[in-house]
């Protein structure tokens, strides 16, 4: 098959752009893959393991003649890294991203991008709890979504090449709007990471208490908790630093629900806890049905 791209470019090397270093490799997509991180020990580390074909000390020589260049840096660092490589962008390249936020980054790289290079911001709604070089495997993306958010006017034919890019890494695609994207992701991501965060805060104060016993009995629920709240602190700290109203907003109707279950138990409502609890159950199944995750006790993470 002849290449999607003939060089891309990594602007980080962490999880992401690990996977998907790995899945163009699997799906022959690319001809050449450069990578560049911000320490000098991940450079070494992605050029100890082979991560991409070529390793360089700065972004600069990084997307130098890259007719693809992926943003794969927290939110936060988007603009500056946008910055630095603006002036060494190849005509005619597409440059994207894969920041948990849409609206931010847009706001962040957008003013950078000369007029001579397509800027379509991506996400792959895929992780794990794990960063950093080696944490990246080839099939993260399998079966997963990753959403679009072109800007007005975007080239086609460039929106339609990174589409097949992330098919061929095994990805189904959707196109959104930015702040669509930011409202549904505060609700089935954003959110619900905080809330892990919180639980497993509570839970830790508890253990003071009760000394072990939290750690010893987590199977009953709250393991799946520590492992969404082990995901990395300065990617979160960005994700609600740049998706605050959304998120305000999720957890404004969270606060009101978890009110409403709380009188429920206070005043013995059987009737109400069981309604919620059924209804709740049935959009776990819709997950399941929609191939999002499997039955399994480990909900389909054992590949990882
Ligand atoms: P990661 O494994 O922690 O890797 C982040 C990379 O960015 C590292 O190479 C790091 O370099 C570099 N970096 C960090 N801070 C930087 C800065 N201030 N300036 C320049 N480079 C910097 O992170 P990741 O999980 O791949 O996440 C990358 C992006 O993907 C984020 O925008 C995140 O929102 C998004 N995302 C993450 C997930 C997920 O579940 N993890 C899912 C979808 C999208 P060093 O190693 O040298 O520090």
Redesign the pocket.
């Known amino acids: 098959m002849t290449p999607l791209y003939q060089r891309v470019a990594f602007?980080?090397?962490?999880?992401?752009?690990g996977s998907m270093a790995l899945a163009m490799r699997r799906g022959g997509l690319v001809a050449e893959i450069v990578g560049t991180?911000?320490?000098a020990?991940?450079r070494a580390i992605a050029a100890e393991i082979g991560l991409v074909d070529r390793v360089t000390d700065t972004a600069a020589q990084a997307v130098e003649d890259a007719d693809l260049v992926v943003l794969?840096?927290?939110?936060?660092?988007m603009s500056?890294?946008a910055q630095e490589i603006a002036p060494y962008l190849a005509q005619g390249a597409t440059v994207t991203?894969?920041?948990?936020v849409k609206q931010a980054v847009i706001d962040a790289v957008g003013p950078h991008m000369p007029r001579h290079v397509h800027f379509i911001p991506g996400?792959?709604?895929?992780?794990?709890e794990h960063?950093?070089?080696r944490?990246g495997f080839a099939e993260l993306f399998d079966n997963r979504w990753t959403i679009l958010t072109p800007l007005e006017g975007a080239d086609a034919a460039a929106t339609d090449r990174l589409t097949r890019l992330w098919q061929g890494m095994g990805a189904q695609v959707d196109v959104m709007d930015p702040p669509h994207h930011d409202l549904v992701l505060a609700v089935t991501s954003h959110t619900p990471h905080l809330i892990a965060y919180t639980m497993v805060g509570v839970a830790d104060d508890l253990r003071r208490v009760t000394d072990s016993e939290v750690i010893k009995y987590s199977a009953a629920g709250f393991r799946d908790f520590t492992r969404i709240a082990a995901?990395?602190p300065?990617?979160w700290r960005?994700?609600f630093l740049t998706n605050k109203d959304a998120t305000l907003e999720i957890l404004g109707r969270f606060t009101e629900e978890l009110f409403a279950l709380q009188r429920a138990i206070r005043r013995g409502d059987g009737d109400h806890l069981h309604a919620y609890f059924s209804r709740t159950r049935a959009i776990r199944r819709g997950i399941i049905d929609a191939g999002q995750d499997t039955d399994a006790p480990d909900f389909g993470r054992s590949k990882r």
């Open positions: 602007i980080g090397l962490g999880l992401i752009a991180a911000r320490s020990e991940t794969c840096v927290p939110v936060g660092a500056a890294v991203d894969v920041g948990s996400h792959p709604l895929a992780g794990t960063s950093g070089p944490a995901s990395d300065t990617m960005d994700v």
